[in-house]
Structures are given as C-alpha cells and as structure tokens.
C-alpha cells in the first residue's frame, strides 16, 4: 500500500546508493534518508520532487530509535500553525515533508561532494563533526520551538 512507503527521490538515486555501499556511511537506504531529512531540515525548506524511485517500506523507520518520531518532529516543526498534522489520518502529510527535506539534505550533499572532490565518507563525517561543533547560540533547538509552541512541558 501506498500508505506505508515513503518515496526515495529519483534524482539522487547514485547518491543514496554511494552512501549504503560496503564503504559507505550508512548500511541502509532508510538510514541515509533519515540523515538526509535531519540535514535538509537544518539546512532548508522541503524541496519537492516528481521523479522516484522504489519506495522504501515505513515501518524501517520504526527499526530506528526515534525514526517514527523523526518524521512527527519534522512535520509539527514546519506546520507550526495546525496540530493537527500529527493526526493518524495526516501521516502522508507527515511522511510528504519528510521525503522532501531529504531531498532538500541530499542537494546539500550533492552540493558539498561537487565542491570538495572528497569521498562520500568525508562529506558526511564534516557535516556531522560541523553540527557537533556549533554553538548552542546558533544551534536551531527544533525540540524546544514545538514545545513552546503547543504550551507543553518536557518532564
């Protein structure tokens, strides 16, 4: 079913390939898409695409710590103005703004792999040790805005 996949953008179908090789930093496809989605929400808007590839079952999400919440967190940090994003029936919503920030964090990557001539490996190691390293000052805390938003407390 259509409702429980989520769509891999065909454009960058070599790139996600390149990232799950032997040598690659990831071991899964759903993996460097979850990277890909968390880049592209630091890094931009959701970019919207046509072309796919196979879709990849959404319960890999669930073999992940915090996959599935990955995705509500994405959604509820871009549609700040309606809650009712995290409804059960607004999960294609939900998976939508996820597949397009991750085609927003693969053009990154793209960008970065063009720009530096280094390996995969590398590119994803500085853009991990790059987070790590700012600031809190400048670091976005997307956790804290959905909080603060809704009026919630964390305990």
Same mark, same amino acid.
């Given at each position: 079913?259509? @409702?429980?996949?989520?769509r891999r953008p065909a454009d960058h179908e070599d790139l996600l390939t390149a990232m799950t090789t032997k040598d690659g930093p990831f071991t899964t496809l759903y993996e460097a898409m979850?990277?890909?989605a968390t880049l592209g929400a630091r890094k931009?808007?959701?970019t919207p695409f046509?072309?796919?590839? @196979?879709?990849i079952n959404l319960s890999r999400l669930g073999n992940r710590t915090h996959g599935e919440i990955l995705v509500d967190l994405l959604a509820a940090a871009r549609v700040t103005d309606d809650?009712?994003? #995290?409804? +059960? +029936?607004?999960?294609q919503d939900r998976v939508r703004?996820? @597949? @397009?920030?991750?085609?927003?964090? #693969?053009?990154?990557?793209?960008?970065?792999?063009?720009?530096?001539g280094r390996d995969i490996s590398d590119v994803v190691n500085n853009l991990v040790l790059d987070a790590l390293a700012e600031t809190p000052d400048t670091k976005p805390?997307?956790?804290s805005e959905i909080l603060d938003v809704g009026k919630l407390v964390w305990e």
């Open positions: 079913m259509a @409702e429980d996949r989520f979850m990277f890909a931009g808007v959701p046509t072309r796919t590839d @196979e879709p809650p009712k994003i #995290l409804a +059960d +029936d607004r999960l703004i996820f @597949e @397009e920030y991750a085609n927003t964090g #693969l053009n990154f990557i793209r960008g970065e792999l063009n720009a530096s805390d997307v956790v």
